[in-house]
């Protein structure tokens, strides 16, 4: 990006008195990661700041700066708007119905559609807090150790630990820097990717009890009423595709989540070599090449026999 663009974002943000910053549903630790650390970042100028989440922040992120702040709705007037780590405006979910477009849109999702006046993209970046980690000085936001905090908890999150097939020596120099202003990488880690509630194995384990691989494609799927005999709070998977990634012989891994109101949660991962954010952007979703998801109308069985047809039939092009 352009020192012209970040001195432009640099004004913008000194004029603004009340401020919104608004992610995606299902909020995973890039997204509040990203919107706790901006917000802390605009705090500390005397800024005025709301967060809103759809589905509200997990507890695992009750260490995080603000986290006790934030939202399900928009209550508050602002004169400013932002959206971090959302490839597009659905992705919001109901916080963004009725409200102006966007000033400024933050993200580095590579199915990135632009629907803000300013659309800040980087698609190569491995995680939108890394684009904050690096820009944040430049628009005139102070790095604290809370704003570190969080958004070292962002990148940690995207990169699972900094394990994934993209990451670069750019992110671990970013991440020292984080560390160098206080963010305790041990704990950021620990938070983000390690820390598990019984409700969480118990989900995990009707999930896994209906595993199936074939031809390299493995899936599974979870229900309304998983969710509620296990007495899981939140409306994802609990983190578990990124366990099933890690199955030596899955060259892509899924998992359809029922959601409540008709529509399907998709998510896709894949090892390096195949990319699914095409498939994902098909049904309506996008994301990364390694990384993907979709919420797809339509009931769970009728989802899963549509999307593993399409997703086999991609495989089937595919030389690993």
């Given at each position: 990006?352009?020192?012209?663009?970040?001195?432009?974002?640099?004004?913008?943000?000194?004029?603004?008195?009340?401020?919104?910053?608004?992610?995606?549903?299902?909020?995973?630790?890039?997204?509040?990661?990203?919107?706790?650390?901006?917000?802390?970042?605009?705090?500390?100028?005397?800024?005025?700041?709301?967060?809103?989440?759809?589905?509200?922040?997990?507890?695992?992120?009750?260490?995080?700066?603000?986290?006790?702040?934030?939202?399900?709705?928009?209550?508050?007037?602002?004169?400013?708007?932002?959206?971090?780590?959302?490839?597009?405006?659905?992705?919001?979910?109901?916080?963004?119905?009725?409200?102006?477009?966007?000033?400024?849109?933050i993200d580095h999702h590579k199915t990135h559609v632009n629907f803000g006046k300013i659309d800040y993209v980087e698609g190569e970046a491995e995680a939108t807090a890394l684009i904050l980690a690096e820009h944040m000085p430049a628009w005139g936001l102070p790095i604290d150790d809370g704003v570190a905090s969080a958004l070292l908890t962002g990148i940690v999150a995207d990169t699972l630990g900094f394990r994934t097939a993209n990451t670069t020596p750019r992110v671990l120099r970013v991440?020292?820097?984080?560390?160098?202003?206080?963010?305790?990488?041990?704990?950021?880690?620990?938070?983000?990717?390690?820390?598990?509630?019984?409700?969480?194995?118990?989900?995990?384990?009707?999930?896994?009890?209906?595993?199936?691989?074939?031809?390299?494609?493995?899936?599974?799927?979870?229900?309304?009423?998983?969710?509620?005999?296990?007495?899981?709070?939140?409306?994802?998977?609990?983190?578990?595709?990124?366990?099933?990634?890690?199955?030596?012989?899955?060259?892509?891994?899924?998992?359809?989540?029922?959601?409540?109101?008709?529509?399907?949660?998709?998510?896709?991962?894949?090892?390096?070599?195949?990319?699914?954010?095409?498939?994902?952007?098909?049904?309506?979703?996008?994301?990364?090449?390694?990384?993907?998801?979709?919420?797809?109308?339509?009931?769970?069985?009728?989802?899963?026999?549509?999307?593993?047809?399409?997703?086999?039939?991609?495989?089937?092009?595919?030389?690993?």
């Amino acid at each position: 990006m352009t020192k012209a663009l970040d001195a432009l974002i640099a004004s913008q943000l000194k004029a603004a008195n009340s401020i919104t910053i608004l992610s995606h549903i299902r909020p995973d630790g890039d997204a509040i990661g990203s919107l706790l650390g901006l917000a802390q970042g605009l705090r500390l100028l005397g800024k005025t700041v709301q967060c809103v989440l759809q589905d509200g922040a997990a507890e695992k992120y009750a260490h995080l700066p603000g986290s006790d702040l934030v939202r399900t709705e928009i209550l508050e007037p602002f004169d400013y708007l932002i959206v971090v780590d959302c490839s597009d405006p659905q992705r919001v979910g109901q916080p963004l119905n009725g409200q102006p477009m966007p000033d400024l849109v933050i993200d580095h999702h590579k199915t990135h559609v632009n629907f803000g006046k300013i659309d800040y993209v980087e698609g190569e970046a491995e995680a939108t807090a890394l684009i904050l980690a690096e820009h944040m000085p430049a628009w005139g936001l102070p790095i604290d150790d809370g704003v570190a905090s969080a958004l070292l908890t962002g990148i940690v999150a995207d990169t699972l630990g900094f394990r994934t097939a993209n990451t670069t020596p750019r992110v671990l120099r970013v991440s020292a820097d984080l560390m160098e202003k206080g963010a305790d990488l041990a704990l950021n880690y620990h938070q983000a990717l390690l820390t598990r509630r019984v409700p969480d194995l118990c989900y995990w384990g009707k999930a896994l009890n209906r595993l199936q691989i074939e031809d390299g494609l493995l899936w599974t799927s979870l229900t309304v009423n998983d969710k509620m005999t296990c007495e899981y709070a939140e409306n994802d998977d609990a983190d578990l595709i990124n366990v099933l990634s890690s199955v030596a012989d899955a060259l892509v891994a899924m998992i359809f989540v029922e959601q409540v109101g008709g529509t399907t949660k998709v998510s896709w991962r894949s090892v390096e070599g195949i990319d699914v954010s095409n498939i994902a952007f098909e049904f309506g979703g996008g994301g990364h090449a390694a990384a993907a998801g979709a919420d797809i109308p339509g009931k769970i069985d009728d989802v899963m026999e549509r999307v593993l047809k399409a997703t086999r039939a991609m495989l089937t092009r595919v030389e690993i």
